[in-house]
């Protein structure tokens, strides 16, 4: 925790602002979800873990849950790239499911874009998609925004499941990165 510190520039989200959005978007999901059965949560590791499992305590529908691991690979660490590929799939049947992806942050959407058409493609009901951050500034693929929790600036962030290269995930909160004391490190 103590070392996570060292690279916050600003809390941009706190523990409470959080915690307030997310039973927001779980009651309206469970509103909205409230005639279905078989509702999925697809979670996309691993950013959206910390999201879902706050998330689905607030979600008093009947749900099932499953996980989806992708990875980009890009110029660098902190960018994504065009080419999105399945790390790990499904592991249950998701004919006639009613699927609702769990992710942590859109940016440049590349991620989902793939995800989204993949999933499309299987005989499901409905897709729709809850993500705790959008990042629209750099928005490159034509994301559906149907849950948002927090519209945010271009700012790299960490903390709240967002990982700062793959430390720092357990922060109760969101923060913009000091990427110059990363560099520095
Ligand atoms: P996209 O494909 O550009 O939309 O990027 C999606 C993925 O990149 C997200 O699911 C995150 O895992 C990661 N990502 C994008 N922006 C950030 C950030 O500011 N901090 C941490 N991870 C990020
Ligand atoms: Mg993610």
């Known amino acids: 925790m103590i070392d996570c510190e060292r690279y916050v520039k600003k809390v941009l989200l706190d523990e409470e602002t959080i ?10 999901i469970s509103a909205d979800y ?12 691993k950013g959206g873990i910390l999201f879902l499992s706050d998330l689905m305590r607030h979600i008093h ?3 099932e849950l499953d996980f989806i691991a992708v990875s980009s690979y890009g110029v660098g660490v902190r ?9 790990k799939d499904l592991s249950i049947d998701i004919s006639n499911k009613h699927l609702l992806i769990v992710e942590d942050i859109i940016d440049t959407g590349y991620t989902l874009d793939f995800v989204i058409s993949m999933l ?13 951050l959008n990042k629209q500034a750099r ?20 903390g709240y499941g967002l990982d700062l290269d793959e430390r720092c995930r357990q922060l109760p909160y969101v923060a913009v990165a000091d990427l110059a004391a990363l560099d520095r490190s």
Do not use: K, M, N, W
Not at 19 to 28: F, K, P
Not at 34 to 45: G, H, N, P, W
Not at 145 to 153: E, K, N, R, T
């Open 19 to 28: 915690q307030r959005r997310v039973a927001e978007l779980g009651a309206q």
């Open 34 to 45: 409230v005639d279905v059965d078989q509702l999925l949560l697809v979670c996309i590791l």
């Open 61 to 63: 529908v009947p749900h």
């Open 79 to 87: 960018s994504s790239s065009h080419d999105v590929r399945i790390e």
């Open 120 to 132: 499309r493609a299987r005989s499901i009901q409905s897709l729709r998609l809850v993500t705790l």
């Open 139 to 158: 928005r490159v693929a034509d994301i559906p925004l149907d849950y948002v929790g927090f519209h945010i600036d271009d700012h790299f962030v960490f």
